[in-house]
């Protein structure tokens, strides 16, 4: 009998077996970066500045539809599709709204009471290394190398001169709350964990495509 933990990773790995998980997260890290960098480079009354956000919004939409499009096109020829219970998918619904909307009640908080938020913005990279390390790693041995490439990476940009990533946010930040230096961490900690992300799901995508074939259609 195989063991349970075992069990229950097969929809996890199944859903990132051609290693499109991983590129979409990192076409979205990067385009979170992409947007951050534009905000603090330009001024406020310029039109990439207020514009930025429909850019950021067309990204993250074509990322799914394209993701939905590889899967439909590539990956079900291939492998099949299975669809699982949808009690687990409710379930990690369910998890996933209540963290959000924690995220976001700790975060109108800390803004409300003033609170600093440089320290953990810094260092924001590791809770991406971790969310790999769950949603990722465990599908094959190699990935780890990838999860240890993103913790130690995040780490080290969390302890980068202040000087320097507030000269890459152009000293814009938000007094009180995120100074320049935490907003730099994060357009570089975005840029290279959306890069690790798209290298770790190349390798997946280009090693799927190499042991699968598309299954020969039936005949007429």
Known sequence: MEPIEKILKRPRAYNNVDGVGELSVGITLLAYALTLWVIADTPGSSIWHKGVWLVLVALVALTHYGSKAIKERITYPRT?????????????????????????????WAIRTHRDLSIPCSFAGLAIAAAYARGFAGTAGWKWIAFAAL?????????????????????SGAPGVVTAQATGACILSFLFCGAVFLVSGGVSMGMYLRRTEPRARDAA
């Open 80 to 108: 099949g599709y299975v669809e699982y219970s949808g009690k687990g998918r409710r379930a990690a619904s369910v998890v996933a709204a209540v963290t959000a909307a924690a995220c976001a009640l700790g975060l109108f």
């Open 151 to 171: 913790a130690g990476g995040s780490a080290a940009i969390g302890f980068l001169p202040a000087a320097s990533m507030g000269a890459l946010a152009r000293e």
